[in-house]
């Protein structure tokens, strides 16, 4: 009798995920070579992600954000507002490339569903920013000091309520919303349910719905892109995101000066607050990479960088939860593509405390011999190459980074070339040189 889902280890989940991977559901091959391409192409990310073999060679996978838009000759406006031009750009860009893995086209996100909700969070072309460069955070203290009991009470009331009326002024109506587990039987409905008659709730519930439309348009549109690229060979690299709970308040809710103010003058709330978050953040990235099919998990990592607090502030603040996010994305079978910008180079000997073969440390500037010598035996590593120089060097001085870390970081088996952060402006001819000479220098014998 097959095992149900909750019966099975972590290792047998992992292995049904990368099954689903390779056998994408829905997709008709446009011919064998193609099929036979995307397989091999996943298997080669898989080899890389387990240790339990080498791949056949180094995957590549060019972490991008804009760069397909801007070497397709459209802004990145044009790219959040147009999406067939959006469409037509991401592809040209696998076409001509041909990685081993694409991101999506789905990080520029849809500018029009932005303005219907009058986001606040960021800035982004044509809004804030000049319609040729990406789109910038807005970091405020978007919750107060004294709100934790009521984040900590009831995360998702608190985010209905108090959060996403102040981060999108459109939904400022939310402010008068009830919870609706006030609706526990039929005498109670009634008076719960009259707040969405009132017209501030019900002109917030209209742009919402508004909003959502304009999403799935977008959503469709970046879902057929997916599913169009299998078809020609090609798999996106990405099943779902999350983020670590720290990061989660010290990016969009406290920000970087009220989170570190609260690490000293109210550190229990603050590590209350984490644990109530991390199991939202689990189940953000279980539950979007087991519709996708794909077992990676992209996580962004920013205030737990070197830098941004002591090492004694990551053991106690940031890793204990970022690691119980690990440990529930591994224990569903999902691979955490754990993305760290800036550099984790005192953090190496507390992260590696995580089982061998399941998680992805993509590093932008990192000491990578350091990290291959302390977290190679164990984990897969990926990155640094630097965006700077693929923008501003030679092609025969990015085959010789590639080189480098080809030789550092990749002679075991472990290793994934990748851009340290995600890519916008670079010169085309450096990319195709990281993309080719990964292929041609990087294959095992």
């Known amino acids: 009798m097959e095992k149900q889902w909750k019966d099975l280890s972590a290792d047998e989940k992992q292995e049904a995920m990368f099954d689903s991977w390779l056998s994408p559901k829905g997709v008709k091959f446009v011919n064998p070579e193609a099929e036979k391409l995307y397989k091999e192409r996943v298997t080669r990310f898989k080899d890389a992600i387990q240790l339990r073999k080498k791949p056949d060679r180094v995957p590549v996978f060019p972490n991008t954000n804009f760069f397909p838009a801007l070497y397709s000759g459209i802004t990145p406006q044009e790219a959040m507002y ?100 006030g609706i526990i039987e039929l005498p109670f409905t009634g008076p719960n349910i009259a707040h969405y008659g009132l017209p501030e709730v019900q002109a917030s519930l209209e ?74 953040a689990i189940n953000m990235g279980t539950s979007v990479s087991k519709l996708s099919g794909n077992p990676i998990v992209f996580i962004p990592l920013h205030k737990g960088a070197d830098g941004f607090m002591s090492d004694a502030q990551f053991k106690k603040f940031y890793w204990p939860t970022f690691r119980k996010l690990l440990m529930g994305l591994i224990e569903e079978g999902c691979v955490p593509f754990s993305y760290v910008e800036g550099s984790f180079n005192t953090r190496l000997e507390v992260i590696k405390d995580v089982p061998k073969g399941k998680v992805i440390w993509c590093f932008d500037l990192t000491d990578m011999a350091k ?66 000479f990964t292929k041609e220098y990087g294959i095992y014998k």
């Open 82 to 181: 147009d999406y067939d031009k959006l469409y037509a750009a991401y592809k040209k860009y696998v076409l001509d490339f041909a990685p081993d893995a694409h991101g999506g086209a789905g990080l520029p996100g849809p500018g029009r569903m932005f303005e219907i909700l009058d986001y606040k969070l960021y800035n982004w072309p044509g809004h804030g920013v000049d319609p040729r460069y990406t789109y910038q955070a807005v970091e405020r203290e978007y919750v107060n000091p004294d709100e934790y009991d009521k984040l900590i009470a009831d995360p998702a009331a608190f985010f209905t309520n108090t959060y996403l009326p102040r981060i999108m002024g459109a939904l400022d109506g939310f402010k008068l919303l009830p919870p609706l587990t």
């Open 207 to 280: 742009k919402l719905m508004e909003a959502g439309r304009e999403a799935l348009k977008w959503f469709n549109r970046m879902h057929e892109f997916d599913r169009e690229m299998a078809s020609l060979g090609f798999p996106c690299f990405f099943g779902g995101f999350t983020k670590t709970p720290y990061d989660i308040i010290a990016d969009t809710l406290r920000g970087t000066k009220g989170a570190i103010m609260d690490v000293y003058r109210q550190p229990a709330k603050l590590l209350e607050a984490l644990e109530a978050l991390t199991p939202i």
């Open 371 to 436: 990290a291959a010598e302390i977290l190679g035996d164990t984990e897969c590593i990926a990155g640094n190459m630097p965006v700077v120089a693929l923008n501003v060097a030679t092609p025969q001085e990015v085959k010789d980074l590639a080189k480098g870390l080809i030789d550092t970081v990749g002679k075991n088996g472990g290793y994934i070339m990748s851009t340290g952060v995600a890519l916008d402006e670079a010169k085309p001819e450096n990319v195709k040189a990281m993309v080719d």
